[in-house]
Nanobody, 127 residues
Framework: QVQLVESGGGSVQAGGSLRLSCAPS????????MAWFRQAPGLEREGVASIISGITGDGSTYYADSVKGRFTISQDKEKIYLQMTSLKPEDTGIYYC???????????????????WGQGTRVNVSS
């Protein structure tokens, strides 16, 4: 099965920026919806940003309220990126890439039905 591979995590001071990347291990599946999740220590995993593929859909993007105006999700063919700016300590966590080969705009906006996952990349924001 296709795996997703994240990269770009690291440590940064509050107010700094990081750019995460996600690419499939093989280009045998066309995704409809791709997304970024994060899991902070002691908390449940939450959806951060999602995008409907510009290949199979209209390229719409969706964001959690906590990151609107600071994070930007983008796509280049089957790769997605998460540009994170004005980082805060509460953005610390493990960031996961996820994808679905089908679905709906509503499902993508609610971070639902994503069956392909990466192993995660760690982001640490210090104050």
């Amino acid at each position: 099965q296709v795996q997703l591979v994240e990269s770009g995590g690291g440590s940064v001071q509050a107010g700094g920026s990081l750019r995460l990347s996600c690419a499939p291990s093989e280009y045998t599946t066309t995704f409809y919806c791709m997304a970024w999740f994060r899991q902070a220590p002691g908390l449940e995993r939450e959806g951060v940003a999602s995008i409907i593929s510009g290949i199979t859909g209209d390229g719409s993007t969706y964001y959690a309220d906590s990151v609107k105006g600071r994070f930007t999700i983008s796509q280049d063919k089957e790769k997605i990126y998460l540009q994170m700016t004005s980082l805060k300590p509460e953005d610390t966590g493990i960031y996961y890439c996820a994808a679905a080969s089908g679905g709906s705009p509503y499902g993508c906006s609610k971070f639902r039905d994503l069956h392909y996952w990466g192993q995660g990349t760690r982001v640490n924001v210090s104050s």
